[in-house]
């Protein structure tokens, strides 16, 4: 009788839930799993077509050109935002393991987030006369920085300035900074790429990365206002400096200064902590 108490009192045990288990990639991929690997690639491959866009349009030059060159950059930026998604939705690297998807992208990143951008600050001549040749520093430090085997931080981080120099050259030109001020921007992002700062990944998971997503909405939405309403060859530089004009692409400025504020309070807060 005491032992049958003693087991009727005795807690009950929690029931043991299994972990979920992350869909296997197909061992033996149907040719219409490989096709759409092939079309992720292929997908991540436009952004080369559009580099080549941009390129043709820098030849030309004029603020149509650079408009358009610009709308091109977010477009590429776009595709290079969600092609990752899709590449890990299909097991990508299991379907086609002998084409090597990241350095395509690799590529193509540089091409859109640095030469082409640089390219655009040289051509519409943001720097003052023969200081033009500056500009191999941010793009042999972007050639460092993505080379760096740890440019992504296990904990989900870039490591050093993320080459965003597409961004850079957007304000230095739709706002007409003055060409010093310009100057001395790049360099001192171009430096950054060599200190050890954790940056935004806003691809990755944390508290952090999903504010910067939320706001990263009003932002693509001011951004597209602006490009959309990009004064024309004759009236730029005039309405450039309009208060409605102006005042929109200032108050876009909201979005990277959050971005840079956020990832040096990280980056602090990294240096800091105790070992």
């Not at 350095?103 to 951008?117: E, G, Q, R, S, V």
Request: glycine share 6%.
């Amino acid at each position: 009788m005491i032992e049958k108490t003693l087991l009727l009192k005795r807690p009950k045990q929690a029931k043991k839930t299994e972990p979920r288990v992350p869909r296997k990639p197909p061992e033996n991929p149907t040719p219409v799993i490989k096709a759409l690997a092939w079309g992720v690639h292929l997908y991540t491959a436009l952004g080369l077509v559009m580099a080549a866009a941009i390129a043709v349009l820098l030849y030309q030059g004029g603020p149509d050109a650079f408009r358009w060159s610009f709308i091109l950059m977010a477009i590429a930026t776009f595709v290079d935002a969600t092609d990752g998604t899709l590449a890990r939705a299909i097991h990508i690297k299991e379907v086609l393991p002998k084409f090597d998807g990241r350095k395509l992208d690799d590529i193509t990143d540089f091409l859109t987030y640095t030469a082409l951008p640089l390219l655009l600050i040289w051509r519409a001549q943001l720097l003052p006369t023969g200081t033009e040749w500056c500009l191999v520093f941010p793009l042999l430090a972007s050639a460092y920085g993505f080379c760096q085997s740890d440019a992504k931080t296990d904990d989900g981080f870039f490591l050093g300035f993320p080459s965003l120099w597409n961004v850079v050259a957007f304000y230095l030109y739709i706002l007409q900074v003055p060409g010093n001020f310009a100057l001395g921007a790049i360099l001192i992002l171009a430096l950054m790429t060599f200190v050890p700062s954790r940056y935004l990944y806003p691809s990755q998971p944390g508290l952090l990365n999903r504010v910067d997503n939320v706001l990263s909405i009003g932002w693509t939405f001011m951004l597209g206002w602006v490009l959309w309403g990009m004064p024309s060859l004759e009236t730029f530089r005039t309405a450039a400096t309009t208060p409605q004009f102006r005042s929109v692409a200032v108050a876009s400025l909201y979005y990277p200064a959050f971005y840079m504020g956020a990832s040096w309070v990280v980056s602090v807060r990294h240096w800091t902590k105790p070992r």
